[in-house]
């Protein structure tokens, strides 16, 4: 039986306590602090299995649940709290700066699509950030602690780490919120601090921990060996050449090559990933790029991010590492979302200074990418767009005709590094029909899928599909009026929860990465006649007969 | 031929949404905003239930997949959701007084409009349970995503 059925237990609270009836549970007037914690099947992610916190030597190893009475939490875990919150405080100014400056006036609450989508007032970044700040009050501020009655402070319990759970897994560290903040907070780091703090005692989720082992182990997320690695990727170029005729020519840790490629893992091993990769392959052939993947350097997304601030830098060093290793010039980088976060943000300060690379030069255009000067990687979409405005690509638009597309910005391309138009311009020369969804729903005002920053699991639906709503809401809109069916994104978590997302909400619309319509585009030398796309769906117009 | 209960709801269709609306928020526990993006498509969900609610249509069947497309990722049980249709039992008689009629229902309507709502429930549910057995089907699909390369080379 399935294991969302309820048990009768279950079924009996639900009936004898809780009866069905309107209006029992009628909060309104009431302070936020006695709204309730539930947790429910669907609302909550599974933990980390043990196992898995012994690999990483997380403390508080165990098996629990979030509907447990008793989370088990480890003897004196007040104080890992107390010591960890002032130990953060100490070492990240931006953070205690965020606690401090707050004024409550509310810009930041209707931003979030979490609030958005489940109208739950918690959602409201000043209320989820309230959720700390209310602990942080109790205990350190010496006026707050005097004026504790004015100063919304409460104590630390057992109950208050249960709703930061809860909802600071409500919250995708997108920073929409921050867009709109007059002082500049940034909600997001107010999340990952609270995630590190939780972590401290063992409080986390498996959907997080278990890619941070797999990267920890062998590199990527999924925990694919190197010899898989590389299968996989030949068996793309199988399927390239059936469709096209070309047979490219990746290496794999080739030292001497120009540039080190690295993408996120789901471009190697998932629907539709895999579909953007082979995107990638037939551009780098069609310019003659010198370029190798690293079997090492597998992955760039890193879920460390989501974790703590070390195992951000511990999993992000073997970029530097490879790159160092095989002695490139620079690194190009594929399309993800949090991965270029973490490198533009982050990785210069936390592994740099990259001195032995250099700054990056396009081998065909010549162009100086100087925005890249510190960190040494440019963004994919950044590469393209200077190929084709340097009229360097034979593109046929045409043969993504069959594909009426929108554009959805990925929060941390868009919002972390200010890349608005690059993607765009890509997309317009690849393909013909292009339509933008509403204006306060992209750029930097992007919704988020609703499972970023590591909450794409499958026990935790409910809230995805509405988390995920307002983008929902967006898309919908262009399916209606200019009957848009397909969803171009340029992040590897946009490109696995996206097509969830859009069959329940707006069926009929499919998910796309931007360099799969690249490579549908991509007129090769010496190729065969095109009829199908990437995914073997036919191309209009361009069947057997066809002209 | 008109249904009583039914010219009721279609002089009072503004008054009858806005009480109806105002229920169903309070399925939420006071856990959602009226003006959010979430509650105006259940506005427009209930809209177009009780534009369509008299006979069944593709119209009728639409709009209940869109409600039940909400709630079915809600926290709350199946029952309370449902109790929804409840609510409508009493609020059509009661703003059917406020109407141009200036009289009540007669039994016989009452009579018709609980058989009729009591249909619309039952639909509601087979709607409600089609969106679950399609959260599950997503689940699966993701699964089935991600390890994409895998099963095709176990396919091979």
């Known amino acids: ?547 | 031929m008109t249904i009583e209960w039914g010219r009721a709801v279609q002089e009072n269709k503004k008054n009858i949404l806005d009480a109806w609306m105002s229920r169903s928020l309070l399925l939420f526990s006071g856990k959602m905003a009226a003006a959010s993006p979430v509650a105006e498509a259940l506005h427009q969900a209930l809209r177009m239930v009780l534009d369509n609610c008299e006979k069944n249509s593709e119209l009728l069947t639409d709009g209940l997949v869109q409600l039940s497309r909400i709630l079915a990722v809600q926290d709350m049980p199946p029952s309370q959701a449902m109790s929804l249709f409840f609510e409508l039992k009493k609020i059509i008689p009661e703003l059917s007084l406020k109407g141009s009629q200036k009289q009540s229902l007669k039994q016989l309507d009452l009579d018709a409009l609980q058989n009729r709502l009591e249909e619309l429930t039952l639909k509601a549910f087979d709607s409600y349970m089609m969106q679950r057995e399609k959260i599950c089907q997503l689940k699966l699909d993701e699964n089935k995503r991600m390890l994409f390369m895998q099963l095709r080379r176990a396919d091979a």
């Open chain 1, 1 to 547: 039986m399935s294991k969302y059925v309820p048990k009768l237990s279950e079924l009996k609270q639900e009936f004898e306590k809780k009866k069905p009836v309107l209006l029992k549970e009628d909060y309104s007037g009431k302070e936020w602090r006695d709204l309730p914690v539930e947790f429910r099947d669907g609302n909550w992610c599974f933990p980390g299995k043990p196992e898995v916190l012994e690999d990483l030597g997380f403390p508080n190893p165990r098996k629990w649940a979030a509907t447990d009475a008793d989370w088990q939490l480890p003897d004196g875990w007040e104080k890992t709290i107390r010591d960890g919150l002032k130990s953060r405080l100490k070492r990240f100014r931006s953070f205690k700066l965020f606690l401090d400056t707050c004024v409550r006036c509310g810009a930041c609450a209707d931003k979030c699509h979490f609030f958005l989508g489940t109208g739950d007032p918690k959602n409201m970044p000043v209320l989820r950030a309230e959720l700390i700040r209310s602990v942080y009050r109790n205990d350190f501020p010496l006026a707050e602690k005097i004026l504790k009655g004015f100063s919304g402070s409460r104590k630390l319990t057992a109950e208050v780490i249960k709703e930061w759970h809860l909802y600071f897994n409500q919250c995708t560290e997108c920073r929409r919120c921050s867009v709109f903040c007059p002082m500049g907070i940034d909600t997001a780091e107010i999340t990952m601090m609270a995630r590190e703090l939780l972590n401290l005692i063992g409080v986390n989720n498996n959907w997080i921990l278990a890619p941070v082992s797999n990267c920890n182990r062998t590199g990527n997320h999924l925990g694919i060996e190197p010899h898989t690695f590389v299968q996989n990727i030949e068996s793309l170029v199988e399927d390239i050449e059936d469709l096209t005729g070309i047979k490219v020519n990746p290496t794999f840790n080739r030292k001497g090559a120009e540039i080190l490629f690295i993408t996120p893992s789901g471009d190697v091993f998932g629907d539709p990933g895999v579909y953007t990769m082979m995107g990638y392959l037939l551009l780098f052939h069609h310019i003659g790029l010198d370029y190798t993947i690293s079997t090492y350097a597998s992955e760039g997304g890193n879920f460390g991010m989501f974790t703590s601030n070390e195992m951000m830098k511990k999993l992000n060093a073997k970029m530097y590492h490879e790159a160092k290793r095989l002695g490139v010039k620079w690194i190009l980088g594929g399309e993800c979302g949090h991965m270029w976060r973490v490198v533009h943000q982050y990785m210069d300060t936390m592994n740099g200074p990259a001195d032995f690379l250099e700054e990056p030069v396009s081998p065909i255009t010549g162009t100086r990418f100087s925005n890249a000067a510190s960190t040494k990687m440019v963004h994919i979409a950044e590469f393209t767009a200077d190929l084709i405005y340097h009229n360097k690509l034979k593109l046929d638009p045409k043969r993504n005709d069959h594909l009426l597309t929108t554009f959805h910005d990925s929060c941390n391309v868009a919002r972390g590094m200010g890349m608005f138009e690059e993607p765009r311009y890509v997309l317009r020369s690849v393909c013909n029909s292009f339509h933008e969804m509403a204006e306060n729903t992209i750029r930097e005002q992007t919704f988020c899928c609703g499972s970023g920053s590591g909450l794409n699991a499958e026990e935790f639906m409910d809230i995805r599909m509405r988390g995920g709503f307002p983008r929902a809401s967006a898309v919908r809109q262009v399916q209606e009026t200019h009957k848009v069916n397909t969803l171009v994104t340029i992040c590897a978590i946009d490109r696995a929860s996206l097509p969830t997302l859009m069959t329940y909400w707006n069926p009929g619309v499919s998910v796309y990465g931007l360099h799969e319509l690249v490579g549908n585009a991509l007129v090769m030398k010496g190729e065969k006649k095109r009829t199908e796309d990437l995914r073997e769906s036919p191309m209009t117009g361009l069947g057997e007969g066809e002209e």
